[in-house]
């Protein structure tokens, strides 16, 4: 089992940025090979923001985001985080944690139903 607790959303105004954190825990920490940071609007499918490998660190992000967030980890600490600058009215939406055990990360990361673990989420609100 692991769990995942997601922290650090808030409301801010275009162009804020915020660091989302996702605390991971559990007995089952271990099989995990990547973190994702996903996103939903009211009525908008669930969209894959950002991965992270927890074997070498390597990174990728969607289109939408790429160059204005970040993922990193702590190994340390069992921390995943999404740094966001450049905030726009388009990136509210609550914001979610997700682990899964694929061999390789970044083959399908962006499909939900591929993560067996999920945070609570945290919702970010940005206002223009």
């Known amino acids: 089992q692991v769990h995942l607790v997601e922290s650090g959303g808030d409301s801010v105004q275009d162009g804020g940025s915020l660091r989302l954190s996702c605390a991971a825990s559990?007995?089952?920490?271990?099989?995990?090979?990547?973190f994702s940071w996903f996103r939903q609007a009211p009525g908008k499918e669930r969209e894959g923001v950002a991965s992270i490998s927890t074997h070498t660190d390597a990174t990728v992000s969607a289109d939408s985001v790429k160059g204005r967030f970040t993922i990193s980890r702590d190994r340390g600490e069992n921390m995943v985080y999404l740094r966001m600058d450049n905030l726009k009215p388009e990136d509210t939406a609550m914001y979610y944690c997700?682990?899964?055990?694929?061999?390789?990360?970044?083959?399908?990361?962006?499909?939900?139903?591929?993560?067996?673990?999920w945070g609570q989420g945290t919702q970010v609100t940005v206002s223009s």
């Open positions: 997700g682990a899964n055990s694929r061999l390789y990360c970044f083959g399908s990361w962006k499909k939900s139903d591929e993560y067996s673990y």
């Open positions: 559990g007995g089952s920490i271990g099989s995990i090979n990547c």
